[in-house]
């Protein structure tokens, strides 16, 4: 019922720059918090950065400074810049929202498949 899609993944060079997005759709009375998480391969998925819907963000040490996060409420659309990427940043980026699909209803966390961000050395 609700879904999303993220998009924007790719192959880079370490130093350069990517960016994803993530766009929500379906039956959704409202969105909470947005983020992402990433995890590469063999690991657990860890926390990259939340916005919340009056644009507060908290990022993740490790990409602090380098990656900024940004929404677009009336388009459902959370974007993660990255810039001065490293070999380490590979992995599947996921997307994270939190939906209330009707107004009785509490948040609950929705998922994206996932967009593959390489970083070669």
């Known amino acids: 019922q609700v879904q999303l899609v993220e998009s924007g993944g790719g192959l880079v060079q370490a130093g350069e720059s990517l960016s994803v997005s993530c766009v929500a759709s379906?039956?959704?009375?409202?969105?909470?918090?947005m983020g992402w998480y990433r995890q590469a391969p063999g690991k657990q998925r860890e926390l990259v950065a939340t916005?919340?819907?009056?644009?507060?963000?908290e990022y993740a040490d490790l990409v602090k400074g380098r990656f900024t996060i940004s929404r677009d409420n009336a388009k459902r659309t959370v974007y993660l810049q990255m810039n001065s990427l490293k070999p380490e940043d590979t992995a599947v980026y996921y997307c994270?929202?939190?939906?209330?699909?009707?107004?009785?209803?509490?948040?609950?966390?929705?998922w994206g498949q996932g967009t593959l961000v390489t970083v070669s050395s």
């Open positions: 916005i919340t819907g009056y644009g507060s963000t």
């Open positions: 379906g039956n959704i009375y409202s969105i909470g918090v």
């Open positions: 994270n929202v939190d939906v209330v699909v009707t107004p009785r209803d509490r948040l609950r966390d929705v």
